[in-house]
């Protein structure tokens, strides 16, 4: 008996548990005025190889959960027997279908499900609203916080708080509270990164609240994190200290050890800020330590998926930068930059600035000047984000404390004047 591979990915991409899964078959089959049966015991089965052609209706149903064939999640028909679609082409439509309704989501026809259930919302109206949450992260990670993103952040909170009133059980109503959570946290990181404190306080207080509500601990921990940057950008540094540790303080802290690594991390930056040198360095080593227990194949939700060693060692540039060790500094942005994803365009012209900033704090000015101008060549072809329009203020306010008539200086202020006027 061989284990079904295939459905086994398509589940952990989906983000499901085999419970989610079997009561997403459920809701669909209901849909169609049929009886749910399928239990915990039956994805089991499908996994472990020892159903390998589920019922018509089942495999249907799966079908318009992950929006593929039955054959693409690795079932297989009896030999001498045909799918269940009538021809090849039919199933070609069928999974252009799937394809074009779900915009690059795995939840193909989660729409199509909906419709046909309209006053029982179940875990399918759950993927949906998790898959868009994919979306703006993505958006997130090309462009940079912006109202645009803001906007449709706040919107799809506001569809997933609409759609609880009609949750089809206690369980999906919280979950749907998580699902608004994360997307009101999406909408205050965007604030966040556009440097529209305000806007983010707020809607940093009311994910908060919804997670709570939502009995969600990983959207609480996303929470802190941001209230942790939002504070240090505010300049309330014990506040951004007080917020890390209260993401450390989040029960998913103790159940996935890239979390505890996380939370760690972001507490270092607290301590190093408020002038702890030996706490800034605890933590930083506890990030480390968590970092190296945490499995990578954990299936994740797709807005942490910038924290790991190459984020860790632009965080540690962040620390040793701030307890006065620019030389420790300088290597950690080295070794971050060396390891950040390509993808990852606004990270790599953070720790760029880092590094910068880390070789103007040791004097070495024309280097350091030389090094920032690579964040406008980074970020050529888009607005800056107003965080990093912040940061590059204080390297040119440092710039001009520490070497303000140096002719590297002033060729960096025409420069920057210039980019400046053009990144708007």
Known sequence: MEANR????????????????????????????????????????WLTGKTRWPHPRQ?????????????????????????????????????RKFITAATGTTAAAVSLVAAARPYAVGTTDVIRLRNGLDTLTALDASRGGHEALERAALAGAAEALELQKRAASQRIRQRLFGVAANYTASAAWSAVDARQSDRAQGHLNRALYLAGMGKDPVALLRVWNSHAVLARQRQEFPQALDAGQAAQATTVTRRDPLFASLAHARTAIGHSSVGDRRGALRSLGHAEEALAKAPREEPRPSWVAFYGPAELLAITAIVRDGIGDAAGAEAASHRALAAIPQQFRRNRALATLQLALAQLHQRDVDQACATAEQVFVLMHGSALPGRMRSYLGDFYRDLTT???????????????????????
């Open 402 to 424: 520490i070497a303000p008539d140096s002719r590297a200086a002033r060729e960096w202020k025409d420069r920057h004047r210039s980019e400046w006027s053009q990144a708007r």
């Open 6 to 45: 295939n459905l086994a990915d398509a589940l952990s991409e989906a983000g499901l548990t085999q419970a989610e899964l079997a009561e997403a078959v459920n809701d669909y089959l209901r849909s169609l005025g049929k009886e749910g049966t399928v239990s915990d015991r039956t994805v089991r089965h």
């Open 59 to 95: 495999r249907e149903a799966l079908e318009t959960v992950f929006g593929c064939t039955a054959e693409e999640l690795g079932f297989m028909p009896p030999a001498g027997r045909r799918t269940a679609s009538s021809s090849p082409e039919e199933d070609s439509v069928h999974r």
